[in-house]
C-alpha cells in the first residue's frame, strides 16, 4: 500500500480555542470530517483515516476541545453547544460538503448540525454506535473508567493495564507510543489521560442528558443520506434506541458489525472501513475504493 502521511494542522474556533487538526490526501474526494467521541482523540481515527485516504478520500480529523492536543477551555468552561460550534465551522471550511462520520459524542454533534443547518454542510451522516436516545449504563461504564484514576499513572505500563481490563476484546496491548499521545506527564512525574479534568467536574455531562429533545428533535429533520452503524456487542447503543431513530430517520441505513462493541472502529476496522466505502459508493457511483487499500499495520 501506498504511504499516506499525515499533515497536523490547526483550526481557530470563533472563541479562540485552537482545536488540533490532521488531513490525509488533501487532494482527494470525497471529503470525510471524522469526529471522535468523549475522552477520545483524532488518534482513535488513525486506521480508519489512513485506510480511506489510501482508498482515495480526503480525511480531516480532529480533537475536541479539552481534548488531546486542542486547547483547553480557560476556567474548565465547557457547553454542547461550543462542541456543536466547533463542528459547524470545521465542516463550513472544507473546500466541499463533507461526509461526516461521527462517534458517539460526535455523532451526536453531527445530528444537530444536520438536522438544524439549511443547507447542511455535509453531504451525508455516517454515525457510530450512537443513537439520539442512548443506553445510561454503557454510558456510565465510560465515565466510570474516565474517572477512575484522577491521580494518574506511575507508568505508561499500568496505563495499559487500565485499558487493557477495561477493552479485553482488544487482543493487542497498547504499546508505550501509542500511549503517549494519551498522556500527559505532570510536574510531580504522574501520567494523567489528555483530556482537561474539568469536562468531568463540570455540567457538561448533565447538560448532554438535557440535550436529548434537541436531538430527537434535530434528528427528525436530517435531510441528507444516513447511515448508522452499531457494534453487536455495543451497550450504549440497543435494538430499541435503533428502532426509535429509525422510525425518525426512515431513510437512514442500519448495519451491525458482527463482534463489535461501542468501540467499533477500533474493535472492527476493517468491517468498519468496509462499510464506509459501500455506504460513499451508494452515494457517488463514481467512487471506487482502491483494491489495493488494506488496513494499516
Known amino acids: 500500500m501506498e504511504s499516506i502521511q499525515t499533515h497536523p ?68 468552561d465547557y457547553h454542547m453547544q461550543q462542541f456543536v460550534d466547533d463542528l459547524r465551522a470545521l465542516a463550513h471550511a472544507q473546500p466541499e460538503p463533507a461526509i461526516l462520520v461521527g462517534a458517539s459524542m460526535g455523532g451526536l454533534l453531527g445530528l444537530v448540525v444536520a438536522g438544524e443547518l439549511r443547507p447542511s454542510p455535509f453531504r451525508a451522516l455516517v454515525l457510530v454506535d450512537i443513537t439520539p436516545r442512548w443506553e445510561t449504563a454503557g454510558v456510565e461504564r465510560i465515565l466510570a473508567f474516565m474517572q477512575a484514576h484522577p491521580d494518574g499513572f506511575a507508568s505508561y505500563a499500568e496505563a495499559a493495564d487500565q485499558i487493557a481490563a477495561y477493552l479485553p476484546q482488544r487482543r493487542e496491548r497498547k504499546s508505550e507510543q501509542q500511549l503517549r499521545p494519551l498522556l500527559r506527564e505532570g510536574a ?51 435494538q430499541h434506541t435503533v428502532e426509535e431513530f429509525l422510525a425518525l430517520v426512515p431513510h437512514a441505513q442500519h448495519a451491525q458489525v458482527p463482534g463489535a462493541t461501542h468501540m467499533l472502529a477500533g474493535d472492527a476496522n476493517d468491517a468498519f472501513t468496509a462499510a464506509i466505502a459501500g455506504f460513499i459508493g451508494s452515494l457517488e457511483p463514481a467512487f471506487r475504493p482502491r483494491d489495493e487499500a488494506k488496513q494499516p499495520a
Request: hydrophobic share 40%; glycine share 10%.
Open 9 to 76: 494542522s490547526a483550526f481557530l474556533a470563533a472563541d479562540g480555542l485552537t482545536l488540533a487538526v490532521d488531513v490525509r490526501n488533501p487532494s482527494g474526494k470525497p471529503t470525510l470530517l471524522f469526529a471522535h467521541g468523549f475522552g477520545q482523540t483524532r488518534g482513535a481515527w488513525n486506521a480508519a483515516a489512513t485506510t480511506m485516504a489510501a482508498r482515495g478520500c480526503r480525511c480531516v480529523s480532529f480533537d475536541s476541545r479539552g481534548h488531546g492536543e486542542s486547547t483547553r477551555a480557560s476556567g474548565g
Open 188 to 238: 510531580d512525574g504522574r501520567l494523567r489521560w489528555h483530556w482537561d479534568p474539568a469536562l468531568l467536574a463540570g455540567d457538561l455531562i448533565s447538560e448532554c442528558e438535557r440535550y436529548q429533545p434537541r436531538l430527537l428533535e434535530a434528528a427528525a429533520k436530517v435531510e441528507v443520506p444516513v447511515l448508522l452503524l452499531s457494534g453487536e456487542r455495543s451497550d450504549v447503543v440497543s
